[in-house]
C-alpha cells in the first residue's frame, strides 16, 4: 500500500471514529478508562439502582470491598463512568444494547442478563379510581402516564404502553389507551413526578417502583396476557478492579436473589 493510500485509509478511520462518537452522542473519545482504584464502581439507570445498592452494601459488609452505585440519567455520570466504571448495569436489553454504543471497553458477548420484572398498573394510594385491570385504563376520561426515550433518552420504558396495549392483536386497545395518555416523559424519574403531580390516575411501569415507593403508590397486577417482563442485565469492563468479579459472582448467588426478590426482580 503507497503512503496515498495509507493516508486515506488513515483520515477514513478517523472520520469513522468521530461518525460513532457522534452517533452514540455521549461518547467522549478523549476520556481514558482507568478504574482500577481499589473501588467498585457500578453504573446505570435509575430503577434498578435500589437492588443493586442494596447488594453492594450487603457485599461491603461479607467483604470490606467497597462498591460505589452511581444511576441516574445517563448524562449526569456518563463521563465518570467511562473514565472508571468496573461495572455498567442496564434496565433492560434494550437499554444496554445503546450503553455499548457508548462503553467501549465492555462487550456485548460479556453481557449477564441477572433478573427479571413484570409490568404493573401503579395507582395513588388507596387505588381512587378502583382501577381493577387493563380494560379500566381504557375507558374515557382516565389520565394515563407512560416512558418514553422519544429517540434521545434510554430508558426502559420505552415503548411499553405500546407493548402492553398491543399484546393481543387489537388495534382499538392502542388507540384507547393512547387517547388517555396525558403525559409521555422521558426516563422513570420524570414519570414519577408525573404520576405524583396529582394530574394521574395511573402509571404503566415496572412493580419496583411501587415496592420502593409505597408511601404514595400501590399497583395492580396486569392481566398475564398484558404483561411484559425486561430484564436487568451487567457487564464488567475488561480493565475491572480484580475484585468485580467477586461481586458479579455475588449478584448471582443466593443472598443478592433475595435482596432483588424484595423488590420485584425474579430468575
Given amino acids: 500500500m503507497n503512503r496515498f493510500a495509507l493516508f486515506g485509509a488513515a483520515v477514513l478511520a478517523l472520520l469513522s471514529t ?23 464502581r457500578v453504573f446505570g439507570p435509575g430503577g434498578p439502582h435500589s437492588a443493586f445498592i442494596k447488594a453492594a452494601a450487603a457485599f461491603e459488609a461479607k467483604t470490606g470491598v467497597k462498591v460505589e452505585v452511581v444511576f441516574g440519567p445517563e448524562s449526569k455520570w456518563t463521563k465518570d463512568a467511562q473514565a472508571g466504571a468496573d461495572m455498567i448495569f442496564g434496565s433492560s436489553e434494550q437499554s444496554m444494547t445503546a450503553f455499548l454504543e457508548t462503553y467501549r471497553f465492555v462487550d456485548s458477548r460479556d453481557v449477564e442478563p441477572l433478573f427479571i420484572r413484570r409490568s404493573v398498573i401503579v395507582v395513588p394510594k388507596g387505588n381512587p379510581k378502583a382501577i381493577a385491570g387493563f380494560d379500566d385504563l381504557l375507558q374515557p376520561g382516565m389520565r394515563i402516564v407512560v416512558t418514553e426515550g422519544k429517540g434521545v433518552y434510554n430508558t426502559s420504558g420505552t415503548g411499553l404502553w405500546e407493548d402492553i396495549a398491543g399484546r393481543l392483536g387489537a388495534l382499538e386497545d392502542v388507540r384507547d389507551l393512547r387517547a388517555n395518555i396525558v403525559a409521555f416523559e422521558k426516563g422513570s424519574g420524570a414519570s414519577f413526578r408525573a404520576f405524583k403531580s396529582g394530574n394521574a390516575d395511573a402509571w404503566l411501569t415496572w412493580v419496583h417502583w411501587p415496592l420502593d415507593h409505597t408511601e404514595v403508590a400501590d399497583f395492580v397486577e396486569l392481566e398475564p396476557e398484558r404483561r411484559i417482563y425486561r430484564v436487568t442485565n451487567t457487564v464488567v469492563s475488561s480493565d475491572a478492579d480484580p475484585a468485580t468479579e467477586d461481586f458479579l459472582a455475588f449478584l448471582k448467588g443466593p443472598e443478592a436473589a433475595a435482596l432483588f426478590a424484595s423488590e420485584g426482580w425474579v430468575q
Fill in 18 to 40: 468521530a461518525s460513532l462518537a457522534k452517533a452514540s452522542g455521549l461518547y467522549d473519545p478523549e476520556v481514558a478508562h482507568a478504574p482500577k482504584d481499589g473501588v467498585i
